[in-house]
């Protein structure tokens, strides 16, 4: 997702602006660029690649000025170009726009009926054409922009700036998110408050269909009628927006090796004793005859997790679905469903979508969120923040853990409000869940065997990962991991699958990871594991010391675990997948934190 910024400062805003946009690199971009205006006069510098490129035009061609936008571009619409990079400019109105515009072909050729060309490939600068065809005909910059707001289908969060208007920045979002900072004197725009956070702690999060005139003395804000409207200021935590690496040589490293500390917070915040206590009333699971759970990418593995444990522990039947496929199905939401929604953002574009389809279809909308103030949660019954902190790397890693962490708990709480599970059986597997962060340390501890076995699975072109039960969604997830970073093509199957076709792509060339915990499904796990091996395949297993034990010979690289209750090893066997795919990114030199083609939210589909 790309990223914005506006600053109307009382310094010069270049430097202001840059290091705003270096707190939005974890979205993903191929470009970046900034506007100003000093002396009444717009002007723009863009440069394509990494933020230093930019700041390198900046030392050469400087920007002065007081009031500035900048964009952070992750290409939709044309190639990653500086032509194609924001901010787009026609004649008087600059802008920056994070999302699609889906009728710029239709503005497009009527713009061209009254004589304007556009100059690059995006649907941005058709926005910036519009704006700049209605202050030809005499509008002023605010009726401008508002009369093209009204033009516009599709998502989109926007910020124009002005030729001759130095205390003027006009923001809209539908469908992608926008806040406004407040200052003393000064007044900020930004995707997220991360961008914001070295300038303010004040925080208006734009609602849905929302625009704003903003000047040095507040924000003006309008709901998508055009009728006046008040927004709440939020004070928004500084220790939540930190994202330094700490030491660490990338993000992903810090995020990972932060997963025990996290853990054990949001164990803190959710368990009081043997209680599992929610933030909100009024879910009364005895009422529930079904629940959908909905969701993307890595939060879409852990909803295929959390199915195992719903059924398996509160008997509740459960249907798991990829957003984009649930949204356009409109599949019927019944009476007695719970619908429950996972993303890290809070603003992923499709699972927002599938929830508004089932508001007011669905008894209770339940969602669990990594960033509490977001669309998701706000637009929720009830939401539950995962505790994760700020997760720059865009491979998830510990909102994935905290994610799945809060989805057992509900699980659990579900069980025993439908007399699934006894006082003495909660209690216990609370006390181990409490005992997980532990866990967690000591699964770091292999980090050398880890980073050896992904050196030499880095030179593969092809590599599967295997598993059964809980296993199979992490051996899913561990698949996806590989490809985000490392870009080595990997694929996950259902152990039991491996004889229905999966075999035939089993060779000496091609690493197979088992995810295997000494459970149940053990065995039937370790069969499968024998027929890859009888035909030459290499066996990476990853297990605890029983498990390895009970394996046997011929395996080629073995991960060891500490043992752990089979409902909790999902959480625990998340760890060896991340490292693996970190250190074979490290291998082969990948950009870990920003992987070609990837942002880290999507807000448009």
């Known amino acids: 997702m790309c990223g914005i910024v506006g600053v109307l400062g009382k310094h010069e805003v270049a430097p202001m602006l840059v290091e705003a946009l270096k707190r939005l690199e974890y979205r993903g971009y191929d470009s970046a660029g900034i506007a100003t205006v000093q002396n009444g006069k717009l002007d723009r510098r863009r440069a394509v690649g990494k933020l230093v490129n930019l700041q390198d035009l900046l030392v050469h061609e400087p920007l002065a000025g007081k009031a500035g936008i900048g964009h952070t571009r992750w290409a939709t619409h044309g190639a ?30 009527e713009l061209a009926r009254a004589g304007l060309a556009p100059e690059t490939d995006t649907d941005t600068e058709t926005v910036a054409m519009l704006v700049s065809h209605y202050l030809g005909s005499g509008l002023n910059p605010v009726e401008a922009a508002s009369k093209a707001l009204g033009r516009l289908e599709g998502a989109f969060a926007l910020a124009f700036l002005f030729d001759g208007e130095e205390d003027l920045i006009v923001a809209a979002r539908k469908g992608s998110p926008l806040a406004i900072g407040h200052g003393s004197g000064e007044m900020f725009v930004g995707s997220d408050a991360i961008a914001l956070a070295p300038m303010t702690d004040r925080i208006t999060y734009l609602e849905e269909g929302d625009w704003a005139v903003v000047t040095r003395a507040g924000a003006e804000i309008f709901d998508e009628t055009g009728t006046p409207v008040e927004r709440e200021i939020k004070q928004v ?186 006082s003495a059986e909660k209690s216990e597997l609370l006390a181990q869940l409490r005992a997980l962060p532990g866990l967690f340390n000591a699964a770091l501890d292999r980090d050398a065997t880890i980073a050896s076995a992904a050196r ?117 066997y998340a760890l060896p997948a991340q490292l693996l795919a970190y250190h074979a990114a490290i291998a082969k030199g990948t950009d870990v934190d920003q992987p070609r083609n990837l942002a880290k939210s999507v807000t448009v589909e």
């Not at 398996?312 to 039947?317: C, Q, S």
């Not at 590989?482 to 694929?491: D, G, M, N, R, T």
Request: glycine letters at 8%.
């Open 80 to 109: 990653p170009t500086e032509r194609n990079a924001h901010p787009h400019r026609a004649g008087k109105v600059s802008v920056v726009h994070n999302g699609i515009i889906e009728n710029f072909r239709e503005l497009r050729e």
């Open 456 to 572: 030499q699975i880095a030179e593969a072109r092809d590599v599967l990962f295997l598993g059964r039960g809980m296993m199979y969604p992490l051996a899913l997830e561990g698949a996806l991991k590989l490809k985000e970073i490392s870009y080595i093509h990997a694929e996950a199957y259902a152990s039991g699958e491996l004889k229905h076709g999966p075999i035939a792509l089993i060779d000496k060339s091609v690493p197979v990871i088992v995810m295997a915990p000494r459970d149940g499904l053990f065995d039937k796990t370790v069969s499968n594991m024998q027929e890859v091996m009888a035909r030459g395949g290499k066996v990476c297993l990853i297990s605890d010391a029983r498990g390895i034990e009970e394996a046997g010979d011929g395996i080629w690289q073995s991960i060891t675990l500490p043992e752990v209750d089979e409902r909790l090893a999902p959480l625990l």
């Open 237 to 422: 935590r500084l220790d939540q927006t930190q994202v330094d690496k700490a030491g660490y040589k990338h993000f992903m490293a810090k995020e990972i090796a932060q997963q025990p500390t996290v853990l054990a917070e949001a164990l803190g915040a959710y368990l009081k004793g043997d209680e599992i206590e929610l933030p909100a009333p009024g879910l009364n699971f005895a009422e529930v005859d079904r629940l959908v759970l909905v969701a993307c990418g890595t939060a879409y593995y852990a909803c295929l997790t959390a199915k195992y444990w719903f059924e398996k522990l509160a008997r509740i039947p459960v249907e798991v679905d990829i957003a984009s496929e649930f949204r356009y199905r409109e599949p019927p939401v019944t009476k007695g469903t719970v619908a429950l929604f996972v993303s890290q953002s809070g603003e992923t574009a499709d699972t927002l979508a599938a929830l508004r389809y089932c508001a007011g279809r669905a008894d209770r909308i339940v969602s669990v969120v990594n960033v509490e103030t977001s669309t998701i949660a706000r637009e929720s019954d009830l939401a539950l923040p995962i505790h994760a902190g700020v997760e720059v790397g865009v491979a998830s890693t510990k909102a994935f853990t905290c994610q799945l962490n809060v989805l057992l708990l509900l699980a659990i709480k579900a069980a025993e409000a439908r007399g699934r599970m006894a």
